[in-house]
């Protein structure tokens, strides 16, 4: 029994991240040292506790791909088609690999104009050419049609250009060590595995090696392959795009709605986790704000559970029906529910400033969604727009008017996320959410340097080595408005701006 279960009206106060802070400990952590690895879900690691939120401003494959390089992970949005959601995946997962167990091929008789609109699809630079029976015929890459002029892509064949057999090649199962001796002794760029019978079975780039030196906090799966989530609805052709992702690869499902709490969602879980085509791929449900329905995800068999009913910077879920937990009550709640079931939270939405980021994990979260924070990196979808000399992005809900609505493209696939897939007309929706701007903050590594970095001094000052620590001893003190007010900048007007803080 918590007070959120009893009859007390007034029982349960919910509390949010300004309403609280952490109190500093004894401590001997030193901020770069601290180990900020956490679990995402029940089978996913992630060295930083982040995660972009499936968000159209915020999430397809640019950012999935830099969020996952920095340590964290992209959940891709759903407000597309199944096609143009399973295309996200792929570029994702052939971003970059300790080896491509599926090469993108391409034939002899292709031409040139074929190969470009390939390398410029998956952003390579080149790409084994094979027959219907896979055998390696030969490599194509930039370097081969450098002076071969653009009127000619359409009538000149790639077996023309290509580098012909023998080429550089090894077995599955080669040892790093080869691989970097073979790349420096033959100057190649690519090295295609091969069968006994010459058939094409994987191929391992320069560039990725490299990739795995500069980015080692990676997130990854066992094939080396960066990991990357895909929202899915309940409702519709909800189970169809989820088995289409899972066939791309996708390393978890998110069952993404505004509220869990409901057969069908919970359904919708519980026939993905039955799902033999999907052992493997984690699912995550939400959302929840409550004990009971954190409880209700847990007996589903969710992987994790999102936590967050109106905390949003762009919604008005609270404000349109009245409904929701602040923040780090509903963190608080869930938590109550999950921790004993050993599933991990997500806490979704409501974050401001990176010190934010501790106090969910200290409240129960073993990870943060963010949105407004994320959606002014350069890796969010969208252009750059300028307004009175300064840069913004774009940044709307998915309950906003112009997610939801349907004119100008065939369906909207956000509507169902707020239970109104039944409503055919845009005139007769009801927005929980709003469409606006937030300020450009430039490259997504130098965005997430800050967050983490903010975490890191939280950990500095509680005294935790690790999240597991950081979770286990650390407490709050709750705050007044003149805490609060103590706590920001005051009695200045700031004359220069702080990379890690906005009002
Ligand atoms: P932040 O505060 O990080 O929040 O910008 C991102 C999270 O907000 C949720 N979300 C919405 N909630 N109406 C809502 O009530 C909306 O239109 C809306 N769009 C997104 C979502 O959980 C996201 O991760």
Same mark, same amino acid.
């Given at each position: 029994?918590?007070? +959120?279960? #009893? ?5 349960? *106060? ?22 900020? +690895? $956490? ?7 992630? =060295?930083?506790?982040?995660? =972009? +939120? ?68 998956? %952003? ?28 000619? &892509? ?8 290509? $580098? ?16 970097? /001796?073979?790349?420096?002794?033959? /100057? ?5 595995? *091969? ?23 990676? $997130? ?6 960066? %990991? ?12 169809? %795009?989820?088995?289409?992702? *899972? ?43 409550? %004990? ?26 609270? *404000? ?25 939270? @997500? ?23 963010? !949105? ?16 009175? !000399? ?23 696939? #956000? ?14 929706? @009801? ?29 500095? &000052? ?12 650390? #407490? ?21 701006? +702080? ?5």
């Amino acid at each position: 029994e918590t007070p +959120a279960d #009893s009859h007390d009206p007034f029982a349960l *106060v919910g509390l949010t991240y300004d309403d609280v802070l952490l109190l500093p400990g004894e401590t001997d952590v030193i901020p770069s040292e601290a180990d900020t +690895a $956490t679990r995402l879900s029940r089978g996913i690691e992630i =060295s930083a506790p982040v995660v =972009s +939120a499936a968000m159209d401003t915020v999430t397809e494959a640019p950012m999935a791909i830099a969020m996952a390089r920095q340590g964290g992970i992209g959940i891709l949005h759903r407000n597309l088609s199944i096609e143009d959601q399973v295309r996200q995946v792929d570029k994702v997962k052939r971003s970059e690999s300790g080896m491509i167990s599926d090469p993108v091929t391409i034939t002899p008789d292709a031409t040139l104009k074929d190969l470009d609109d390939l390398c410029a699809h998956y %952003r390579v630079s080149g790409l084994p050419v094979v027959d219907a029976e896979k055998t390696l015929l030969g490599i194509i890459t930039n370097r081969d049609i450098r002076f071969v002029p653009a009127e000619d &892509y359409l009538t000149t064949k790639v077996y023309e250009k290509m $580098t012909a057999q023998p080429l550089i090649t090894a077995r599955d199962g080669i040892a790093s060590e080869e691989v970097i /001796r073979l790349f420096s002794e033959h /100057r190649v760029e690519k090295l295609p595995l *091969v069968d006994d019978a010459g058939r094409l079975t994987g191929l391992i780039t320069v560039k990725d090696f490299d990739k795995a030196d500069k980015y080692p906090q990676a $997130t990854k799966d066992a094939e080396g392959r960066l %990991r990357v989530g895909a929202a899915v609805g309940f409702f519709g052709e909800g189970f169809d %795009r989820a088995m289409s992702l *899972v066939e791309a690869g996708v390393d978890t499902l998110v069952v993404d709605t505004a509220n869990g709490h409901t057969r069908g969602v919970l359904d919708m879980i519980a026939k993905l986790k039955a799902e033999p085509a999907a052992a493997g791929v984690d699912v995550i449900g939400g959302q929840a704000a409550t %004990r009971r329905g954190a409880q209700a995800l847990v007996d589903a068999g969710a992987d994790a559970i999102k936590v967050g009913v109106g905390p949003g910077s762009i919604c008005t879920t609270r *404000v349109v029906a009245g409904v929701g937990v602040p923040q780090i009550t509903a963190i608080h709640e869930s938590a109550k529910a999950a921790r004993p079931a050993g599933v991990p939270l @997500i806490a979704d939405g409501g974050l401001q400033h990176p010190g934010d980021i501790g106090k969910a994990l200290v409240a129960g979260a073993d990870s943060v969604m963010l !949105g407004s924070l994320l959606a002014g990196a350069a890796e969010s979808p969208g252009d750059l727009v300028f307004s009175n !000399g300064k840069q913004f992005k774009a940044y709307r809900g998915m309950g906003s008017m112009g997610a939801m609505q349907t004119r100008g493209k065939n369906t909207s696939y #956000s509507k169902d996320r707020y239970f109104q897939a039944d409503v055919p007309e845009d005139e007769e929706l @009801i927005p929980e959410g709003v469409e606006g701007r937030v300020p450009y903050r430039g490259p997504l590594s130098a965005v997430l340097h800050q967050l983490v970095g903010g975490l890191r001094q939280t950990m500095f &000052y509680v005294g935790a080595h690790t999240v597991d620590e950081l979770k286990a001893h650390s #407490s709050f003190v709750r705050i007044t408005p003149a805490g609060l007010k103590e706590s920001h900048p005051h009695d200045i007007s700031m004359t220069v701006e +702080a990379p890690n803080y906005q009002r």
